[in-house]
């Protein structure tokens, strides 16, 4: 079993930068892909960003592309989402996950399916 906690939203105004963290623990042998997903108040979760293990790659929703990045810390297990120019569209609970393959596929990276983990969110607020 494998547990991921995320830390770091808040509320912040637009254009301002907020930096999120997800520590998986638990049995991390062997997993694949870290990813952020993200579910705005009535809407559907959607895919934010995504890394591999070996963080040779990374992929990005055309929304955040810019403002976001993802990277990896491999020995603590932990993934970040450096978030710049923040904007109102950006509200909503922010959740890691992870996947049981490594996928250097942007479609396969992208799918909520691709991955098996998830936490608990954290809530990302933007005021205009």
């Known amino acids: 079993q494998v547990q991921l906690a995320e830390s770091g939203g808040g509320l912040v105004q637009a254009g301002d930068s907020l930096r999120l963290s997800c520590t998986a623990s638990?049995?991390?042998?062997?997993?694949?892909?870290m990813a952020w997903f993200r579910q705005a108040p009535g809407k559907e979760r959607e895919f934010v960003a995504s890394?591999?293990?070996?963080?040779?790659?990374?992929y990005y929703a055309d929304s955040v592309k810019g403002r976001f990045t993802i990277s990896g810390d491999n020995a603590k297990n932990t993934v970040f989402l450096q978030m710049n120019s923040l904007k109102p569209e950006d509200t909503a609970v922010y959740y890691c996950?992870?996947?049981?393959?490594?996928?250097?596929?942007?479609?396969?990276?992208?799918?909520?399916?691709?991955?098996?983990?998830w936490g608990q969110g954290t809530q990302v607020a933007v005021s205009s």
């Open positions: 638990g049995r991390t042998f062997g997993l694949g892909n």
């Open positions: 996950a992870t996947s049981r393959t490594i996928y250097y596929s942007s479609q396969l990276a992208s799918q909520e399916s691709s991955y098996f983990y």
């Open positions: 890394i591999p293990r070996n963080g040779d790659s990374t």
